[in-house]
Structures are given as structure tokens and as C-alpha cells.
């Protein structure tokens, strides 16, 4: 490299230093990051024995083996989820179009069932496989206030009481997408507390955060906190 020429707006110093890289160091430095992301990346995706090696997956936060073992962003303890709060007393709220409607578990079993395979893609920069769910359609709750297919968007509550993403807001293609569930199954078990037990959103092509755990209300047509 050399210096550029001298211009009139005196913006190019007359005693520029010396090139402190060159073209061949820049592309080097560039190599050398990209090897050192797949190094830390590569237990992430091939699993087993390598999967301490991925630095960006969440490690401390160990699943478990069967159905449910699988990655996790968020325990049920870490965001204060107690056993009373998703025991038999828990009901998902289902709102929209002026009417509302509560529901126990048991009645969300009876509701008709869908599956869809899907991942879990989190922003802390990890992925799974697709896993897959089963349970209750978002247009068909939708249904249960007079919305059915033609639903809109939807406002997702958890029964998380406080930190971030314990509700979020789903657009109204993401409601009417048929992969779109309040998942209470995955891979043919029941949910487990950090999966989200009672109920969980599963929204294809949306990242992890906005898949929302412990759900406990529903507000179709809503884009913040109902009044």
C-alpha cells in the first residue's frame, strides 16, 4: 500500500504513517476468525462427545436425556416459574372479538390435535433440530371467540411474571400459519416445566424468544397488554 496523494481539502496527512496490515494480513485475519467460529460452533450442530466444544450453546443448562432432551434458553426456575403456577389450578385465557373464554388443560387435550416439526432457533446464537409438537392450532383457539380462519394478530402472555419476552406479539400470517400450535406435546411426551409445560407457542421461521413459554393468555386482535 501507499500513501494517497496530497488533496486541496487537507484531509490526507503529509507524514502518514507506515501500513500497519497488509492486503495478505487482512485476509489472513479474516481466515483465521471464520476457523475459529466453526471450532466453536461445530459441537452445536454434531452433538455427542463435541458438545462441550460449542462455546455459543448453552452450557450449564443441561435437558436431560428423552423427549424433552433438548436444548433450553430459560429454566422454569431461572425466570421464577413455581409449581403452583403451572399445576391443576393453571387456565389459558383466550380472548378476541369481544368475547372470551378459559380453559383447564384437560380441555385443551379434547380440542383437535395438529403436529408440526420445527426448531428452535435462539438468539443467543444455538439452534436444535427439528423437534416434533403436537397441539392446538392458533387459528382453532381463534375460532373459540368467532375468529377462525380469518384471525388476526395475537398478543401471547406467560404466567412469567416479570424479565424479558414473557409476552409477545405474533402477526396475523404467523397466527393463520398451520405449523402455527400452543404446542403441549414434543416428540410424543408431555411438555416438561422448562419446555414450557402447560403450554408452549411454536411459530415456524420465528426466532426462540417470540416461541412463548407458560402461556396463560391469549389476546387475538391485541399488540400490547390487554386492559
Keep these: 500500500t501507499v500513501p494517497e496523494p496530497l488533496d486541496e481539502t487537507g484531509?490526507?496527512?503529509r507524514d502518514p504513517a507506515p501500513p500497519t496490515l497488509s492486503r495478505r494480513g487482512a485476509l489472513?485475519?479474516?481466515?483465521?476468525?471464520?476457523?475459529?467460529l466453526l471450532v466453536v460452533?461445530?459441537?452445536?450442530?454434531?452433538?455427542?462427545?463435541?458438545?462441550?466444544?460449542?462455546?455459543?450453546?448453552?452450557?450449564?443448562?443441561?435437558p436431560g436425556p428423552?423427549?424433552?432432551?433438548f436444548q433450553i434458553n430459560k429454566t422454569a426456575r431461572s425466570v421464577g416459574i413455581r409449581a403452583r403456577d403451572i399445576g391443576p389450578?393453571?387456565?389459558?385465557?383466550?380472548?378476541?372479538?369481544?368475547?372470551?373464554?378459559?380453559l383447564t388443560r384437560a380441555e385443551l387435550e379434547r380440542l383437535p390435535r395438529h403436529g408440526s416439526a420445527l426448531p428452535i432457533a435462539c438468539v443467543e446464537g444455538w439452534s436444535t433440530s427439528d423437534q416434533r409438537w403436537e397441539g392446538v392450532r392458533l387459528t382453532d383457539l381463534a375460532a373459540l371467540v368467532g375468529l377462525g380462519e380469518?384471525?388476526?394478530?395475537v398478543f401471547v402472555e406467560s404466567v412469567q411474571s416479570h424479565g424479558s419476552f414473557r409476552a409477545v406479539a405474533l402477526r396475523d400470517n404467523q397466527v393463520r400459519d398451520p405449523r402455527?400450535?400452543?404446542?403441549?406435546?414434543?416428540?410424543?411426551a408431555e411438555l416438561s416445566p422448562d419446555h414450557g409445560y402447560p403450554a408452549r407457542i411454536i411459530v415456524p421461521g420465528a426466532p426462540g424468544v417470540m416461541n412463548t413459554k407458560w402461556v396463560r393468555r391469549l389476546s387475538f386482535g391485541e399488540s400490547s397488554w390487554p386492559v
Excluded at 455459543?56 to 443448562?61: E, Q, V
Aim: aromatic residues 2%; glycine residues 22%; without cysteine.
Design 28 to 36: 489472513g485475519m479474516v481466515g483465521l476468525g471464520s476457523l475459529a
Design 41 to 62: 460452533t461445530a459441537g452445536q450442530s454434531i452433538g455427542g462427545s463435541l458438545r462441550g466444544t460449542a462455546l455459543l450453546a448453552p452450557h450449564g443448562r443441561n
Design 11 to 13: 484531509l490526507v496527512s
Design 180 to 188: 402455527s400450535l400452543l404446542a403441549l406435546r414434543v416428540n410424543g
Design 66 to 69: 428423552g423427549p424433552n432432551g
Design 150 to 153: 380469518a384471525a388476526p394478530s
Design 89 to 102: 389450578d393453571w387456565r389459558l385465557t383466550v380472548r378476541g372479538g369481544g368475547r372470551q373464554t378459559v
